[in-house]
């Protein structure tokens, strides 16, 4: 007779995900994107040097970002929401990279980059809300998120300069990249999935680009 037991290994337990999961998650991808939203025009004037060229640059992004963001809901048909998001952290990562660059494409690139990655940060945390969150509950979640978020976008940016005037481009694109991992860290822990109650539809859904001819 065996006397060797193996006992099973627990796993810490952690609470059904709440208002304070999804407000901690948002709080810190918001540290992520306000510590440099600062820094950006400012590189980009350094590299240019002419303000209306910067503005275009801009617009061309934002456009850009645009087009991925109307391919985003294929992107989690295809994958699951949850490398979606792990996604939107890497690539959050990747556009510092490339700022630290200093150069016109790493720019242009960086940019992109921090685009599609708040794209596919904000639809699947958006989804990750609705699934978890019941409607008599959604204000409350609401209101706590923009709360914690508040700290992030009030002393994220005038962090990000006073990194970039006293430490440089590494130390201001580097916070960054350490917000990005803490993200990432933060929601792999929580173990969020998808609400098994929810199945998708059985006919196809429109596909918005095909409407876009009826206007042209």
């Not at 609470?15 to 939203?37: H, M």
């Not at 209306?52 to 087009?67: A, E, F, P, Q």
Request: with cysteine.
């Amino acid at each position: 007779m065996s006397t060797h037991v193996r006992h099973p290994i627990w796993l810490p337990a952690l609470r059904p995900a709440d208002a304070r999961t999804f407000a901690s998650l948002y709080a810190v991808e918001s540290f992520a994107r306000a510590t440099i939203s600062s820094v950006i025009p400012i590189q980009a004037y350094e590299i240019l040097h002419n303000e209306r060229i910067v503005s275009i640059l801009y617009t061309i992004v934002s456009l850009m970002g645009l087009s991925v963001t109307l391919f985003m809901p294929m992107l989690i048909r295809r994958f699951a929401r949850r490398w979606v998001y792990t996604a939107g952290c890497v690539l959050l990562a990747i556009g510092s990279a490339f700022f630290i660059t200093h150069t016109l494409p790493g720019q242009i690139a960086g940019m992109l980059c921090r685009v599609m990655g708040a794209s596919a940060l904000s639809i699947t945390l958006n989804l990750y809300i609705m699934d978890h969150i019941r409607k008599t509950d959604f204000m409350q979640a609401e209101s706590l998120r923009m709360a914690w978020s508040m700290f992030a976008w009030t002393g994220g940016p005038t962090l990000g300069i006073f990194l970039y005037t006293h430490f440089g481009i590494y130390a201001a694109h580097g916070a960054v990249v350490v917000f990005a991992f803490a993200l990432l860290c933060l929601f792999w822990f929580y173990r969020l999935s998808d609400n098994q109650s929810i199945r998708p539809g059985k006919s196809r859904p429109a596909n918005p680009l095909a409407n876009i001819g009826r206007f042209v």
